[in-house]
């Protein structure tokens, strides 16, 4: 308004002076007066005409802002809170390691460094659809770690189909450090095979149900895999066929600085045997604890295990042939393994540390029919510097696999070996 | 020397366009009255407040009463406090916010880094019985670039039904053996640090002399160390509702007023105003905006003694004006931090000192959370 106004003045303004000739010119004076009179009228008029427009966009506006208000208030009396920016629904991660160790058995040799790996991985959900998947580049092969699909429920359990964690033990992992313990090497920890698993959490229990119809890979022969399994790779030709398996964990405490995880898990699943065509089996049963108190974590786990296969005339049924990143070895047929893990979580007060976790992991296989115990004692820290993350181990081994002529089967020596490890990964 | 007929007739012709162009400029004059005190494009504002039931009475408080009366829309947006987003606006030149609902500490920072329009007492509106503003509103409310709007506070509360037995202390909160479950608490170290220095045995009035030391402030850390991992940390107040009404947490910290509303809405929270902390809130207006009169004249008919009371009615928050307090009803009175009752149960928060330490404590404090307490179940696997 104020602008329109202006203008108007400003144009008034700029007209030319029209000077009459003579002095018998008042009367034209007077009707020049009569004409700027006639003039300031209609600029009255306009003015009032230019109120009347804006006061109707003014009532325009007014009732825009009070629908809007309305919405607004709806909105606010709908939803108790301020809507929430929304995470990508698929997060892309991936890591980049680097290994170091230095082994003790091997005379001559000051230790290797490299490349560990590359990886990537997918997590996430998409309304109840869930999605997890990881694949790994190693300088010597590169496998699916997991990968699977799953559907959360109501109640929040969940369905994955695929390849995916089996549920026995201590999970996630029956370890602190890196090279894991004897049950990784037995197949009886972090070992994911291709099937369904269904998750239920109910207040303090936790029950995981699972069906897999074989090992990671189709081809029991492929050793380019992550975890361990009965593998047709050897002289005895066996794979893991129809694994069924149940945990079953209560948490007394849950939710306080002092929880205890108690669990039972049991295993079975067919061996097929691939020259003779009959089905042998396998089972395995454990029970743990899992103990977080404050900034102490204690772990226990007992295991049974037993493999039945149906070899062919002339191979012994005394080994069974497991493996996995390319590389095979043997272990006991039937044992019992034995878990005892401790580890410290370091308070800290710096801006560069944001993880010390000291642990010593301890576990063993008595193997039946008498053979030489196998026996890893890891003492380590895993440290957590911004995306870096390190676990620096030094691993004793009594007869184990991988360490001199150490043997999960019968046999090997009685001979402690160690090695210095080091791991850094840069995760993101 | 005579005048001649020419002289004359131009004149009286110079009288005339003198006479019309003063008749056209009154025009305009009255036209400019009209305008208020706002540039004439201003349409819409973009008032920045916490969310929520507290945005909710400022609405139906005096925001839609504003909108009306002055023909322009208020666009109002939630945050979560701090001045990091004021800052960077500010300084790019580029302000989307033309008026923020500080935290009182917040607000002294802002004010300190020159961020802020400084606002002149003498232009608020006085109250009914014409007290200037200065004397009307509580001591401490006025900055030099910010206005006080009301008092509210951070209280304990929780779900009778929820819990085996009622907390009586602050003291029960922290303390996860004897009142098992889950705790909500603020994603922030204010409060959170004085709590667990006063859940220790620190008397409330050494709580800042306390954490002005290395020692003090490893204390409190120490001390919300205990009940770390059973910690759910909310950010909007109306997330501390709803983690009480989805039973995610036994016991919260939550903003008196949220609760009180939840409670008007059918919900039967407790509040544990044993050692509540009161903060003040406070409009401000960053510089370099485009709407800086409009964003005024919102300041000042929001900072009315009808205005802060008429929010009263919908919140139970503390206006800051005295004027405002005369006029609601007693029962009311009784429900706000600053009653006679629960007055003496808690302390002001102290906004000099935070705005001193929220930094640095920031950084410590989100360091900390980040950092496991215990031995974490899932680490990279490997």
Redesign the interface.
């Known amino acids: 308004?104020?602008?329109s106004?202006?203008a108007?003045?400003l144009v008034?303004?700029a007209l030319p002076?029209q000077?009459?000739d003579g002095?018998s010119?008042?009367e034209a004076?007077v009707q020049?007066?009569e004409q700027?009179k006639g003039r300031?009228a209609e600029?009255e008029q306009l003015?009032q005409r230019v109120r009347t427009l804006e006061a109707r966009l003014?009532e325009a506006?007014?009732t825009?802002?009070?629908d809007?208000?309305e919405r607004?208030?709806a909105a606010?009396?709908s939803t108790?809170?301020?809507p929430?920016p929304e995470p990508p629904a698929i997060d892309i991660g991936g890591?980049l390691r680097f290994t170091t160790f230095a082994n003790g058995s091997v005379k001559g040799q000051r230790g290797k460094s490299g490349l560990d790996l590359f990886r990537l991985s997918a997590d996430g959900s998409i309304d109840n659809i869930l999605l997890s998947a990881?694949y790994r580049f190693y300088p010597f092969m590169d496998t699916l770690?997991h990968g699977w699909l799953g559907y959360e429920f109501d109640n929040d359990s969940q369905l994955q189909v695929g390849i995916t964690r089996v549920p026995f033990g201590i999970l996630?992992?029956a370890a602190?450090n890196?090279w894991?313990g004897v049950p990784y090497y037995l197949g009886l920890s972090?070992d994911y095979d291709l099937g369904a698993k269904y998750v239920l959490p109910n207040g303090p229990w936790n029950i995981q149900l699972a069906f897999f119809k074989n090992s990671e890979l189709s081809n029991s022969g492929d050793l380019g895999r992550y975890s361990y399994d009965v593998v047709s790779a050897g002289t005895a030709r066996n794979e893991e066929s129809n694994q069924f398996n149940a945990r079953v964990a209560y948490t007394i405490?849950a939710?306080?600085?002092c929880s205890h995880e108690l669990g039972v898990s049991g295993q079975w699943s067919e061996l097929y045997n691939l020259d003779t065509e009959r089905r042998g089996d396998m089972w395995a049963a454990a029970t743990h604890l899992d103990t977080?108190c404050?900034?102490?974590?204690f772990q226990l786990e007992a295991a049974r295990y037993d493999h039945n296969p149906v070899n062919p005339a002339g191979i012994g049924a005394n080994r069974i042939e497991l493996g996995a990143f390319e590389s095979v070895y043997e272990i006991a047929p039937s044992g019992t393994v034995g878990i005892a893990n401790v580890?410290?979580?370091f308070?800290?007060?710096g801006?560069i540390l944001?993880?010390l976790?000291c642990?010593n992991d301890y576990s063993v296989l008595y193997k039946d029919g008498g053979g030489k115990d196998s026996i890893l004692n890891t003492t380590g820290c895993?440290i957590g510097v911004g995306p870096l993350?390190i676990?620096a181990d030094l691993i004793n081994a009594n007869n184990m696999v991988f360490f001199g002529n150490g043997s999960l089967a019968d046999g090997g020596e009685d001979e402690w070996d160690t090695r210095l490890n080091l791991?850094v990964?840069y995760?993101w | 020397m005579g005048y001649t007929?020419?002289s004359k007739?131009?004149v009286?012709?110079v009288n005339?366009?003198l006479t019309?162009?003063a008749?056209?400029?009154a025009?305009?004059a009255a036209?400019?009255a009209?305008?208020a005190d706002y540039a004439?494009h201003t349409?819409e504002l973009t008032v920045v407040s916490w969310?929520?039931?507290y945005?909710?009475s400022q609405?139906?408080g005096f925001?839609?009463r504003f909108?009306?009366e002055h023909?322009?829309?208020?666009e109002?947006i939630?945050y979560t406090g701090g001045i990091e987003e004021i800052r960077s606006q500010v300084r790019a030149w580029n302000v989307k916010w033309d008026v923020v609902d500080f935290e009182l500490f917040d607000a002294v920072r802002a004010c300190n880094e020159d961020l802020l329009v400084e606002i002149d007492p003498s232009s608020l509106p006085p109250a009914p019985d014409g007290t200037a503003a200065a004397r009307d509103f509580l001591g401490g409310s006025l900055l030099p670039c910010a206005v006080g709007n009301v008092a509210w506070a951070t209280v304990v509360a929780f779900d009778p039904e929820a819990v085996e037995r009622a907390p009586k202390s602050l003291e029960d909160f922290f303390d996860?053996?004897r009142f098992?479950?889950?705790r909500g608490l603020r994603r922030t170290p204010k409060t959170n640090l004085e709590w667990a220095l006063i859940a220790d045995g620190v008397k409330p009035e050494r709580v800042y002399s306390v954490l002005d030391t290395e020692k003090g402030v490893?204390r409190a850390?120490r001390v919300l160390?205990?009940?770390?991992?059973?910690i759910r940390w909310w950010a909007?107040?109306?997330?501390a509702?709803?983690l009480l009404e989805t039973g995610q947490v036994t016991m919260t910290s939550a903003y008196n007023g949220r609760i009180d509303t939840a409670n008007a809405d059918g919900a039967s929270y407790e509040i544990l105003w044993d050692n509540h902390v009161r903060f003040r809130d406070a409009w401000g207006i960053p510089k370099n905006g485009e709407n800086i009169e409009a964003a005024l004249a919102f300041v000042r008919f929001a900072s009315s003694t009808e205005s802060l009371a008429d929010q009263a009615k919908f919140i139970n928050y503390g206006p800051l004006r005295r004027s405002s307090l005369e006029d609601l009803p007693e029962d009311l009175l009784a429900r706000l931090p600053t009653s006679e009752s629960n007055l003496p149960r808690g302390f002001d928060t102290n906004s000099a000192w935070w705005s001193e330490h929220i930094q640095e404590l920031q950084v410590r404090f989100e360091?900390w959370i980040?950092?496991?307490?215990?031995?974490?179940?899932?680490?990279?696997?490997?």
């Open positions: 308004m104020k602008l106004t202006f108007i003045a008034f303004l002076c000077a009459q002095d010119d008042i004076l020049e007066l700027v300031l600029l003015r003014e506006n007014r825009s802002a009070s809007d208000m607004r208030d606010l009396a108790s809170s301020a929430e890591a990881e770690h996630p992992y602190h890196f894991f972090d405490g939710g306080t600085t977080r404050g900034r102490w974590n580890a410290y979580n308070p800290l007060s801006d944001d993880q976790t642990y895993a993350f676990y791991n990964g995760y | 007929t020419e007739r131009w009286l012709l005339i366009r019309i162009a008749a056209l400029i025009l305009l036209d400019a009209t305008a004439p349409r969310g929520g039931a945005t909710r609405i139906r925001v839609r909108e009306r023909g322009i829309n208020v109002m939630d996860i053996k098992p479950g889950h490893d850390f160390d205990r009940i770390k991992p059973a909007h107040g109306e997330e509702v709803r360091h980040e950092r496991p307490f215990q031995v974490p179940r899932d680490w990279p696997s490997r």
